[in-house]
Structure formats: structure tokens, C-alpha cells
């Protein structure tokens, strides 16, 4: 059964730094693009940031520079490195992997 989970969030300063964490059990992990996608209140989810297999990282236009996906094939875990969160960064971060699986979302608030 593939199943994501995340981990990681929960009430930060902002100017603060989080790290969120996906464990993916999933087949063929090192194979799979993976992503971070978020719903804010009232918003439509957005994407964060996808990681290919090779790494490579693509992201959306309010995490470049603060944030940094990463991958651990041999943890089949996923990681976004979150920096200089904004109140507006508040959401529900889910993580994402091809065709169309998703985790249960972990809450990032970030307070004025």
C-alpha cells in the first residue's frame, strides 16, 4: 500500500526555520518524482517544490531562496527545509508523489 506521511510542522516565529518530513512507503522510491504542495486558509493549493530522482528541484516563486527540498533514497524521506517563514507561509504542507498519491498534510502556522 503506498502511504505518505509528514512530519514536522507546527508553530514557528516568523523569521523561524522548519523542517517537514515525508516518509514514503512506496515501491521504487529512488525512481519517483516527489513533491511539497500546501493549502492555505481559504486559498487553493499551491506547489512548494518538487525533487526528481536525480534531485533536481524545482519551486514555486515564494520558496525560492528560503526553501530547499531534499531526498534520502536509502530513508525513502523527503525533506523541506523551510527558512525566513512569513505569516503568509501559514498552511497545510502536503507531500505529493506521482501518479496521484498524497500524505494527510502536517500544519505550519507562522505568528506575526
Known amino acids: 500500500q503506498v502511504q505518505l506521511v509528514e512530519s514536522g510542522g507546527g508553530l514557528v516565529q516568523a523569521g523561524g526555520s522548519l523542517r517537514l518530513s515525508c516518509a514514503a512507503s512506496v515501491s521504487r522510491f529512488s525512481f519517483r518524482t516527489m513533491g511539497w504542495y500546501r493549502r492555505a486558509p481559504g486559498k487553493q493549493r499551491e506547489l512548494v517544490a518538487t525533487i526528481s530522482p536525480s534531485g533536481g528541484t524545482n519551486y514555486g516563486e515564494f520558496a525560492k531562496g528560503r526553501f530547499t527540498a531534499s531526498r534520502d533514497n536509502a530513508k525513502k524521506t523527503v525533506y523541506l527545509q523551510m527558512n525566513s517563514l512569513r505569516p503568509e507561509d501559514t498552511a497545510v504542507y502536503f507531500c505529493?508523489?506521482?501518479?496521484?498519491?498524497w500524505g494527510q498534510g502536517t500544519q505550519v502556522t507562522v505568528s506575526a
Open positions: 505529493w508523489t506521482n501518479p496521484d498519491v
